[in-house]
């Protein structure tokens, strides 16, 4: 059960490299140090170096202006056209440290902010046409750029009109509800006065907005340019700026007093990454991954919106001192829009750890062991701290003092973490042989072996992944299904299959005032699985696929602008498992019949389906009366599916014996348990695999 360590040689060249690369000039601009820094570690380090050419700038030209003004609503084509003389020159000007066209580009760009402040000012002064045959495209990326600024003002009139719309709606149907309803409290508004104060509220948000915009630094410009230029090598391959890299610091910390949800930014959304289980966030379960916050309020005051703000901006409203509220307004995947009330608390990493449960059936004594495992997770700093291999072991010898028929590995949502951690956890399952295969640049494949040839757990096993299971999850998954030691179950996974090294820029330089410079993550090796195939782009595809809100939608490293590409490589020989219970085909067989035969599925793909034809429907009416019957339409069919997330009749979730007098001694303890406990007895993909493993034996 434990790694081979193999290729330490390879690392040892990076340092070298790296060691003969010192500055000790003062003269040099710091910008200047820090580009060519970075583009000499990449050349020398990246496992797929670039050629800096005028393809190379051109692509960084796009994906520069993709990135400044991703809704189009600052630049119009004339600028884009001013620009576009440097086209060509990006690579040049990246190799000397010369920062003219970004220079130029942050000019324009603060110049546009400024005109497009009046814009909004102007505009919502005046009550909209709601009679008007009109819509508005959310589609950005297909969207042209305006052709001038009389162009780009009528690109904001409809935005503007299309938010108002939003508010003006929401509180006609609330009006409608409390008459209704028969509230004494309630006062009645006309359709001018609940109009004028819905134009009031997005004319606050962009009061909010272009407040913050004029904060905006000329560093936070550059960290975007100089990204744009990285991630032409590959889209893990990013620049971190020193308050970014302080930040990445903080979150291995462990602990800081928030809601608990991870967020990313993508195309101007600020979007829920992932939840981390329980959390503040976790025990209301209200939200959820991919959901797009728009607005963040401390307890009543007014909300802020968050749409186009920086996300290091958003992360300080939605965190704060425990015990305080924090209200979201979310938009789901359906479209529909909803304020979640969240208490704020201290969120420990702690829960994040691996943890299990037993499951049965309410007919059966037989059990079945769950073991959910969010990431692999070490403590780099701490030789003697967690690691996930270590917990999961504990977790096994658990579950099998409570004689568990078989064990369901939970990797959804895992994005992954320590290789050796891996390893080690898969010699859990197997006997000693080849993991993983790791190549790094211009060398040959090295293979990661578990060379204990003891097995901790030899009884049925099932990984379940879905398409956000990445890097580390996917490795194990891919071995588990290459021994043919388990059955994969869920949707193909993300697809990456790159390791990445972090380099503090700083160590390679001194002479006053260059320092803090940042840090570089870079990509320094591809992995295979022991089969040959690459995991990158393809991922893992499951043995029985089971329908999920995104099996029709693109997503995953294949979606990932500059992503590397997939090969394979030979095969590394290993012994594979002797299953001696019921036969694997027969086990799938049998259990695609119950998913194609399962409402609680129908109703998953069903809802699918219409997310995918609700992405490609990206107009939205401004006319009143359409407006209003479409976003009824979309709330009833959002209703529809809100029996996904019911109790499954018959399942029972416990806790394990061992875990008890821990958990029972602590009040929230025992909350965030209870809560987790919960959330597994809604889970039809955890119950179909209970299913599963009992039919393995």
């Known amino acids: 059960m434990k790694l081979k360590l193999i290729g330490s040689s390879a690392v040892l060249l990076a340092f070298i490299v790296f060691s003969s690369y010192t500055l000790t000039s003062s003269d040099e601009d710091k910008n200047q140090v820090l580009m060519k ?6 050349d020398y380090n990246h496992y797929q170096p670039q050629e800096l050419n005028n393809s190379f700038s051109e692509d960084v030209f796009d994906l520069y202006l993709e990135r400044l003004d991703y809704g189009k609503r600052y630049l119009t084509q004339a600028d884009i056209d001013r620009l576009s003389v440097y086209k060509d020159d990006l690579d040049d000007e990246a190799r000397q440290g010369n920062y003219e066209f970004f220079d130029l580009s942050a000019e324009i760009y603060l110049k546009r902010i400024k005109e497009a402040e009046t814009y909004y000012q102007e505009i919502l002064a005046q009550p909209f046409d709601y009679s008007k045959d009109e819509v508005f495209d959310t589609d950005y990326e297909h969207a042209a750029y305006a052709k001038d600024e009389k162009a780009l003002k009528e690109v904001w009139r409809k935005l503007l009109k299309y938010q108002t719309l939003t508010r003006l709606t929401n509180m006609m149907d609330r009006q409608e509800e409390a008459l209704k309803e028969g509230d004494p409290e309630h006062k009645q508004k006309s359709f001018e006065e609940m109009e004028a104060e819905a134009r009031e509220k997005v004319k606050k948000v962009y009061d909010d907005i272009f407040h913050r915009l004029s904060k905006t630094k000329i560093s936070d410009l550059r960290s975007l340019y100089i990204n744009s230029i990285t991630n032409r090598f590959d889209p893990h391959t990013t620049y971190l700026p020193p308050q970014d890299q302080e930040n990445f610091d903080m979150s291995i910390s462990g602990q800081y007093s928030g809601i608990g949800a991870q967020l990313s930014d993508k195309d101007g959304k600020i979007t829920v990454a992932r939840i981390i289980v329980g959390s503040p966030c976790y025990r209301l379960g209200e939200l959820e991954v991919n959901d797009e916050i728009l607005k963040v309020a401390q307890g009543d005051e007014e909300p802020v919106d968050v749409v186009d703000m920086r996300i290091d901006d958003a992360v300080k409203l939605i965190r704060g001192k425990k015990g305080t509220e924090v209200r979201l307004t979310v938009k789901k995947l359906d479209g529909s829009i909803k304020v979640i009330s969240i208490i704020r608390d201290v969120v420990e990493l702690e829960a994040t750890y691996a943890k299990s449960a037993v499951l049965q059936s309410k007919d059966s004594d037989e059990k079945v062991g769950y073991i959910y495992l969010p990431k ?25 003092a409570e004689q568990v028929s078989g064990i369901i590995l939970d990797l959804r949502n895992n994005g992954g973490g320590s290789l050796p951690d891996v390893i080690d956890m898969t010699g859990l399952f197997i006997e000693d042989g080849p993991v993983v295969q790791v190549k790094s640049r211009e060398r040959k494949p090295h293979v990661l ?3 204990d040839k003891s097995v901790q757990y030899d009884g049925p096993l099932v990984v379940l992944v879905n398409g956000l299971s990445a890097s580390a999850s996917e490795i194990l998954a891919a071995a588990i299904q290459d021994y043919g030691r388990g059955i994969i179950m869920g949707s193909t996974t993300f697809g990456k299959g790159t390791v990445q090294q972090l380099v503090n820029l700083d160590r390679f330089v001194r002479g006053p005032g260059l320092k803090p410079l940042g840090a570089l993550k870079y990509t320094t090796q591809k992995f295979y699985r022991v089969n ?12 029985i696929p089971m329908p999920d809100n995104y099996r029709y939608l ?94 499954i009749e018959g399942f029972v979730v416990a806790s394990l014996q061992a875990d008890l007098p821990e958990i029972t001694q602590d009040e929230e303890k025992l909350k965030n348990r209870e809560a987790w406990l919960k959330s597994l007895q809604k889970d039809a993909y955890i119950f179909e695999a209970m299913q599963v493993v009992k039919d393995m034996k």
């Open 376 to 400: 692999f997770y070490v403590n780099f700093q701490n030789r003697d701290g967690r690691h996930c291999s270590e917990d999961v072991a504990k977790e096994i010898e658990k579950l099998k």
């Open 37 to 42: 820094l970075q583009l000499q570690v990449l």
């Open 532 to 543: 040959g195939g690459a995991t990158q782009l393809e991922g893992v595809k499951p043995d």
């Open 554 to 647: 693109e997503y995953g490293e294949r979606e990932q602008e500059f992503s590397m590409p997939w090969d394979e490589i030979t095969p590394a020989p290993i012994n594979k498992w002797v299953h001696d219970g019921t036969p694997y085909e027969q086990v799938i067989t049998q259990s695609s019949s119950r998913i194609q035969a399962n409402p609680t599925f129908q109703l998953i793909d069903e809802r699918a389906r219409m997310l995918k034809e609700q992405q490609q429907d990206h107009e939205y009416s401004l006319k009143l009366e359409t407006y209003l019957a479409e976003k009824h339409q979309r709330e009833a069919d959002a209703k529809k599916y809100e029996s996904i997330r019911q109790p």
């Open 449 to 451: 072996e578990d060379e």
